[in-house]
């Protein structure tokens, strides 16, 4: 079963966010878990992440969660470092307390480091927090090759998972972020030569989440720039054979697609699900 949905608003309250997706018949979702422009940390109240609960369940919709961007698991500075792998943990207690299983968590920058940096830093940060907090699933979310960034490659990605050795670690791809960094989506052969690279270094079984965005800018541009779906340079086409691919069946996809004069979460949602109807109908 294919479940699409959106990142949603806990604004009001974290509960609000699934009662969205049950309104609008979403199959999944995705919600920061904490304030993503702060450091600081708050704790749900134990009635509202029951609440949450109740209505995950009543809806029969997947949540995850996003780590706040301000996390950086690569970084060179030792305060942030520290700050960072504080917010992971709190994020994985915040998902345990709301029956969340997958958390997303972006790689982080080395900041001219180098990547030897960032990946030791990566594997580090991400082993103790699964010491620390129990049943939380971390999936690391692939970049777009903007400079300093790390995982962008399948390669880097797959050595990271591999050195923590958990089976509690799996991947995010979001496809606008894919495409920047130099794999193409626009074809079927490309898609499948993409997805036999993932195979490669990473595994399908480790795919946890796709976020399912088109890309504003070319092909390899390095740029993370949203864009709406078949508007952008991965285009209808694209997508159509992406959802065709049989490695993207029964997959959950959240989409972080912009709102403005070109398009809001609406029309995003009846343009993929057109391009669905039409990559089952040929």
């Known amino acids: 079963m294919i479940r699409i949905g959106f990142h949603l608003s806990v604004a009001g309250g974290v509960y609000n966010a699934p009662l969205t997706a049950e309104k ?22 134990k009635e509202d992440a029951e609440r949450f609960r109740q209505i995950v369940k009543k809806s029969n919709t997947i949540p995850f969660a996003h780590v706040p961007y ?7 500075s030792r305060e942030t470092l520290e700050k960072s792998m504080k917010m992971l ?17 972006h790689q982080g920058s080395h900041l001219g480091k180098g990547s ?19 049943k939380v699933h971390i999936l690391l979310e692939n970049s777009a090759g903007y400079t300093n960034s790390m995982g962008s490659k399948f390669d880097e990605m ?9 089976p509690r670690v799996g991947v995010c791809l979001d496809t606008c972020h894919t495409f920047a960094a130099g794999y193409d989506l626009r074809t079927k052969e490309s898609i499948e030569k993409t997805c036999a690279e993932f195979e ?9 989440l796709v976020h399912l965005n088109d890309a504003k800018f070319e092909l390899g541009s390095g740029l993370d720039r949203h864009w709406h779906i078949g508007q952008g340079n991965i285009g209808a086409k694209g997508f159509t054979e992406l959802f065709r691919n049989k490695n993207f ?10 709102i403005n004069g070109d398009g809001n979460e609406t029309t995003n949602m009846r343009a993929i699900k057109q391009i669905i109807k039409n990559a089952k109908a040929d």
């Open 24 to 45: 609008e018949g979403y199959g999944t979702f995705q919600i920061f878990a904490s304030n993503p422009r702060a450091w600081d940390h708050h704790e749900i109240p």
């Open 70 to 76: 301000l996390c950086n698991p690569s970084s060179t």
């Open 89 to 105: 943990v709190n994020n994985m207690e915040s998902c345990n307390a709301l029956g969340i299983e997958g958390l997303v968590m």
């Open 116 to 134: 030897d940096h960032g990946r030791k830093t990566i594997i580090d940060a991400v082993g103790k927090a699964l010491d620390r907090v129990p």
């Open 158 to 166: 797959g050595y990271i998972i591999d050195q923590i050795g958990s």
């Open 200 to 208: 490669d270094n990473i595994g399908f079984k480790r795919l946890g």
């Open 249 to 258: 069946k029964d997959r959950c996809f959240v989409m972080e697609t912009p």
